[in-house]
């Protein structure tokens, strides 16, 4: 794998390489903004996850502060070359020639009502559910520690023996 210096301000690993088991090597990824919450395509709208977004407070509010990078990330996924460009600095000797379109993905990101990033787990207990959100990365030296966290509020809420 061969990653970018991270940028603190965002959350993402930015263009990177990565050897596939099957012995290939992607490359990527690009962070857009989906038009639906299953949108593996530019083309793929869904106009009721789309109005979720227009209208939370919290999307505005992020995408004011950093729309010169959601731009940027926006071209380079519309543009073969700008994205080479970007790999080419990780990698100079990559050539256009040598990529191969390839699969994508959806990752949610939450954002907070104030348009911050959440860049970490979430745990919300109600009366009978407990919620656990934004884990997009699990880190292993703490996911023993959060499930034990997640065991106990579900011994709490749900009046269970050991």
Not at 1 to 12: A, E, L, N, R
Not at 32 to 39: K, N, T
Not at 66 to 90: C, D, H, I, M
Request: aromatic share 10%.
């Amino acid at each position: 794998m061969i990653y970018p210096v991270p940028d603190p301000t965002f959350p993402f690993l930015g263009v990177h390489f990565t050897r596939m088991a099957e012995g290939g090597v992607e490359a990527g990824p690009n962070a857009v903004l989906a038009l639906a919450r299953e949108g593996y395509h530019h083309t793929e709208i869904n106009l009721g996850d789309l109005w979720q977004t227009a209208s939370f407070k919290g999307f505005w509010a992020m995408a004011g502060k950093y729309w010169q990078t959601g731009f940027g990330e926006l071209y380079r996924s519309l543009n073969k070359p700008a994205f080479v460009r970007a790999l080419q600095k990780l990698v100079p000797e990559i050539r256009e020639s040598d990529l191969v379109p390839g699969g994508a993905g959806v990752r949610a990101q939450a954002v907070s009502a104030s348009g911050a990033l959440v860049d970490d787990f979430v745990i919300k207990e109600s009366r009978n559910a407990i919620h656990v959100t934004q884990c997009s990365v699990p880190r292993r030296n703490r996911i023993m520690a959060i499930g034990q966290a997640i065991l106990s509020m579900a011994a709490k809420n749900f009046d269970l023996k050991n």
